[in-house]
């Protein structure tokens, strides 16, 4: 594991709990650690927001600005937030919108890729709002 994304993914392990967010490994890509954060609002009627990055490998700006974001604690605590900042970390280390498995995590729609969408995986996703979790391209057997 390349140690500047291993560091980037602790950096925004640490920069979310400061902040109030709590983290959680919900899934793991090619020994990569998918995390999660999530904070709810003490507002009653908080909107739930949802924002991701690092989709795309060869992209890094999404999850950069996102890390900045919590380091300022800009995101409004008004509102209930559950993000996913490093989707794709096997594609930010190799610089590729591929994850290690050549999915293309913003192009899954044809039949041999399958891309599952898993409620109720994870313990903060349970009492939260929902979980993603990416697998690896799945091939009908008679393809």
């Not at 919900?26 to 739930?48: D, E, H, M």
């Not at 969408?117 to 690896?136: E, G, M």
């Amino acid at each position: 594991m390349n140690p500047p994304i291993v560091k980037l993914i602790e950096k925004f392990q640490s920069s979310a709990a400061a902040v109030g967010f709590e983290v959680e490994t919900f899934g793991r890509v090619a020994g990569w650690p998918l995390i999660a954060l999530s904070r709810k609002s003490t507002t009653a009627k908080a909107q739930n927001i949802y924002l991701s990055s690092g989709i795309h490998g060869d992209e890094p700006a999404g999850p950069l600005a996102l890390l900045q974001l919590l380091q300022d604690d800009a995101l409004p605590r008004r509102h209930n937030y559950w993000i996913c900042p490093v989707l794709n970390p096997s594609g930010l280390d190799a610089r590729m919108r591929e994850n290690a498995h050549g999915l293309d995590l913003n192009r899954p729609f044809s039949l041999s890729i399958s891309l599952y969408y898993t409620y109720r995986r994870s313990r903060l996703a349970r009492r939260y709002v929902w979980a993603v979790t990416i697998l690896p391209a799945v091939r009908r057997p008679d393809e």
